[in-house]
């Protein structure tokens, strides 16, 4: 049987639903005891390239106790259920200790939900998302969860997966990009077989709603040293978040300035970016190091910018995905004058670029994977067209 939702009340959180990272190199997979009065949940999976549809499903999850255990499997689990991840487990891992639902991250969890897990971390919930998981044999990977009536169901965010996000790689599709009055960005995909039939192209629209879901709703305070960063952000990474948190250090309030996709398709071409303004916008969001995001800021950084925003510091990483190429002038002219630049050194060099080249590399077993996968995800939608699973 199902358990019914709890409600939280999460007192001690710097605004609802945050988690502070409990963490540390000292402590990884070490059982920390659970204080009286806590509600302690946990969800599981791969989260591969960890998308805002992850991070909405944390976002609930969050919401419903006081702290969050967040169960990631190896590479060699999910090639053995999944196929091959983009991201490896390392990463993985680091993309998940960064979003700010988050409160611990267990390395190397079962594909198969253990009980004995549960009982060792002290869990008192474990949730998922509508899409249930099933095993090698077909049975639901949460049924011993179901059993002890510790389970829990949250509503899936519908026009995005990494199945998806593969599909626009290996395709070299426009159709998710938010289109300007005077542009049209459809392209011919590149590639052949069902697989161009079956994959649908998402056109993901936020809503208010969903901004304020995933806002700090928190303004910096008099004082506040104001670090400004700017970028696309596309297939928000480990990557972006090592250089967030750098930038944080720098600082006291974080604004993270997002390019739209014209800017981001002028700098880079093909069919970048990958993931639109909007999708690019929640995922920065999600993010524990972001304290404010700003939509569709100019790629030459401005005095008027600067002003507005009362900047103190602009930040940039030593590595990235965009390119000068198409700007006569340096973008950050203007900081570097006001000495207030600073290049910070990407110690992880991750790009979406490379995420691509690795999926390109691989292209034949990705195929595969999308073949494989597409018919399920449909499946799953159709099944969940029946549920009444509400989003929290």
Same mark, same amino acid.
């Given at each position: 049987m199902l358990a019914s939702i709890p409600r939280a009340t999460d007192a001690d959180a710097k605004y609802p639903g945050f988690k502070e990272l409990q963490d540390t190199p000292e402590n990884i997979n070490q059982p920390i005891p659970k204080p009286a009065g806590v509600i302690r949940i946990w969800v599981d999976g791969c989260f591969d390239m960890l998308h805002f549809g992850h991070a909405n499903a944390l976002r609930q999850a969050a919401s419903l106790g006081h702290e969050l255990y967040v169960g990631i499997h190896t590479d060699e689990e999910v090639m053995r259920f999944k196929g091959p991840p983009i991201m490896h487990h390392e990463e993985r891992y680091a993309a998940a200790?960064?979003?700010?639902?988050?409160?611990? =991250? &267990?390395?190397?969890?079962?594909?198969?939900?253990?009980?004995?897990? &549960?009982?060792?971390?002290e869990i008192d919930y474990v949730v998922h998302g509508d899409d249930m998981s099933t095993d090698l044999n077909g049975n639901n990977s949460y049924q011993a969860i179901i059993d002890i009536g510790k389970f829990l169901i949250v509503k899936r965010t519908e026009g995005i997966s990494t199945t998806d996000l593969v599909g626009r790689m290996l395709l070299v599709t426009k159709t998710h990009h938010t289109i300007d009055d005077d542009e049209s960005t459809e392209t011919t995909p590149k590639s052949s077989g069902a697989m161009v039939a079956d994959t649908t192209?998402?056109?993901?629209? +936020?809503?208010?709603?969903? &901004?304020?879901?995933?806002?700090?709703?928190k303004a910096p305070k008099p004082g506040d040293k104001i670090v400004y960063v700017d970028g696309g952000f596309d297939c928000f990474h480990c990557g972006h978040a090592a250089i967030l948190k750098k930038a944080k250090s720098l600082g006291d309030y974080v604004i993270v300035g997002v390019h739209t996709d014209k800017v981001v398709n002028e700098q880079q071409g093909a069919n970048y970016p990958i993931m639109n303004v909007n999708e690019r916008v929640l995922s920065v969001l999600s993010c524990r190091y972001v304290d404010e995001v700003i939509m569709g800021v100019p790629y030459v950084v401005t005095n008027q910018l600067l002003s507005q925003l009362n900047v103190a510091v602009v930040a940039h990483g030593s590595i990235g995905d965009l390119s000068n190429a198409s700007c006569e002038?340096?973008?950050?002219? =203007?900081?570097?004058?006001?000495?207030?630049?600073?290049?910070?050194?990407?110690?992880?060099?991750? +790009? +979406? +670029?490379?995420l691509i080249d690795r999926v390109i590399k691989h292209r034949l077993a990705f195929e595969e994977r999308q073949r494989q996968k597409i018919p399920k995800d449909k499946k799953i939608k159709e099944q969940n067209e029946n549920t009444n699973v509400q989003e929290i």
């Open positions: 200790r960064a979003c700010k639902w988050v409160s611990r =991250v &267990i390395e190397g969890a079962p594909y198969v939900t253990d009980v004995a897990d &549960i009982e060792k971390y192209y998402s056109s993901y629209l +936020t809503s208010s709603r969903k &901004i304020v879901q995933f806002s700090n709703q002038n340096d973008p950050y002219a =203007v900081p570097k004058e006001m000495g207030i630049y600073t290049e910070l050194e990407s110690e992880n060099p991750l +790009t +979406t +670029t490379s």
